[in-house]
């Protein structure tokens, strides 16, 4: 499978970017998906996940309220919803899936890391 992740950018204090990660090869549907990001000189953090069948959702409280994942597993694509932007969410930002036998906020359970994408948040 091969995940590629779209959609950053630079953007102002405040504002939304609307990130994408198509997969191609595998079942998109069986598998749980997850945003992950990762600051220049930070170890890599769990951001969002969403669940196969039902779409439930897991955030991580620095992001919750103001991200929202969703997923079309007819596009075979989840999306991340970013709101209300801050400096701190400055990141390459990767997509990454699991088996659900595991549970959502699982991080070491998440793999087939695909390219990441650049968010900038301007101060």
């Known amino acids: 499978v091969q995940l590629q992740a779209s959609g950053g950018g630079l953007v102002q204090a405040g504002g939304s970017l609307r990130l994408s990660c198509a997969a191609s090869?595998?079942?998109?549907?069986?598998?749980?998906m997850g945003w992950f990001r990762q600051a220049t000189g930070k170890e890599r953090e769990f951001v969002a996940a969403?669940?196969?069948?039902?779409?439930?959702?897991y955030y991580a409280g620095s992001v919750k309220g103001r991200f929202t994942i969703s997923r079309d597993n007819i596009k075979n694509t989840v999306y991340l919803q970013m709101n209300s932007l801050k400096p701190q969410d400055t990141a390459i930002y990767y997509c990454?899936?699991?088996?659900?036998?595991?549970?959502?906020?699982?991080?070491?359970?998440?793999?087939?890391w695909g390219q990441g994408t650049q968010v900038t948040v301007s101060s």
């Open positions: 090869g595998g079942t998109f549907s069986s598998y749980d």
């Open positions: 990454a899936r699991k088996s659900p036998m595991y549970a959502l906020d699982n991080a070491p359970a998440y793999g087939d």
């Open positions: 969403i669940s196969t069948t039902y779409g439930r959702t």
